[in-house]
């Protein structure tokens, strides 16, 4: 995203830019594009499978069909169906969806709307759940991840080059998403993915369906709370270091740095910050993202991730990939 020359009119624009989202996010949360892919209705058919109002349903389908994300037919009653080319996109089964990411922009926004609040308080936003719960959103959060990272994953590993290692520890690796690449890059090499207990059992399925159960170990725990464990020559922390605060970044970086053997290595993907803080300007959005959703996480910059390496005890920080979202690569080393 680059910056662009604002006038009242772009404001304008950009501000009424949640309306659509909302539609899209609604949709996605009652799972309306499953249930009319398997079986189009009419907006009482569906209003009866989700036990609520017609009217609101017929509003909701109308808009949706404004937005060409469902088609409309000119019967009486109209009927209401998704295009298969959304369907593999927005259902539930779709293998390459965006359902979950969908979902999880939803949750984001409850938070966003709240930011002038969060502003005079300091403190992130509260938390309000979907209509699908805590435990759905937590789901929609891991397959959101999944979605986002899956078609990166492969490309971005690749064009770091040759990856030396033979033991690897994924921190929050969750379904193995990077993991998977990895391990591939390193046909003799064996991995360990440390996650929250409630993740595990995602990552044992994913891993299973793919044959690589044998070459990953699967630990739960909290990079909080728990030792990491030890013996890696390599660490992959992907998406993690913009959830924390400088100094629980410091904390987490000397566990890491414990669980190495001496010249191990530590991966970092992330969205870094340009010193001026504004560029890229997804990286400036993503730390307001943080300021909503955590208590001290926010993007940085490279020398602020350099000093906290330092402090941890690593060397050789460097650059191994720049990118404009999350798809800048840090390398650091554990002295020998």
């Known amino acids: 995203m680059t910056q662009q020359r604002l006038t009242g009119k772009k404001i304008l624009e950009m501000v009424r830019a949640f309306q659509p989202a909302c539609v899209l996010i609604a949709g996605g949360d009652l799972d309306v594009f499953t249930l009319l892919h398997k079986r189009p209705m009419t907006a009482e058919q569906l209003a009866g499978k989700l036990k ?17 994300a469902i088609k409309k037919s ?17 259902t539930e089964d779709a293998k390459r969806g965006v359902l979950g ?23 992130p936003a509260q938390k309000r759940p979907s209509v699908r719960g805590h435990e759905g959103d937590m789901e929609s959060f891991i397959r959101a991840m999944h979605e986002v990272s899956s078609p990166l994953a492969a490309p971005l590993v690749k064009s770091l080059g040759r990856l030396k290692f033979k033991r690897l520890l994924d921190l929050g690796g969750a379904s193995g998403t990077w993991t998977v690449p990895l391990l591939k890059r390193a046909p003799g090499a064996s991995a ?25 170990k699967l630990v739960p725990g909290s990079f909080y709370t728990d030792q990491l464990p030890p013996g890696h020559d390599l660490a992959w922390v992907s998406a993690i270091v913009h ?21 191990g290595r530590m991966l970092i993907r992330d969205v870094v910050l340009e010193p001026s803080r504004t560029r890229p300007v997804h990286g400036a959005l993503f730390a307001v993202n943080m300021l909503v959703g955590t208590q001290g996480g926010s993007t940085f910059t490279f020398r602020e991730l350099a000093e906290d390496l330092r402090t941890a005890g690593f060397g050789g920080v460097r650059y191994l990939r720049r990118g404009e979202a999350m798809d800048t690569v840090i390398e650091a080393v554990r002295p020998r």
């Open 52 to 68: 609520s109002s017609a009217r609101a349903v017929e509003v909701l389908l109308d808009a949706l069909a404004a937005l060409g």
């Open 74 to 90: 000119a019967a009486e009653p109209p009927v209401y169906a998704v295009p298969p080319r959304l369907a593999e996109a927005l």
């Open 101 to 123: 990411m969908l979902r999880h922009q939803g949750a984001c926004l409850r938070k966003w709307s709240d930011l002038a609040a969060v502003v005079l308080s300091g403190k």
């Open 192 to 216: 360990t993915i440390f996650d929250l207990p409630h993740v595990i059992p995602m990552a044992r399925r994913s891993l299973a369906k793919l044959g690589l159960a044998d070459r990953v």
């Open 243 to 263: 959830q924390n605060s400088r100094a629980q970044n410091r904390a987490m970086f000397k566990k890491i740095y414990a669980a190495l053997v001496p010249g």
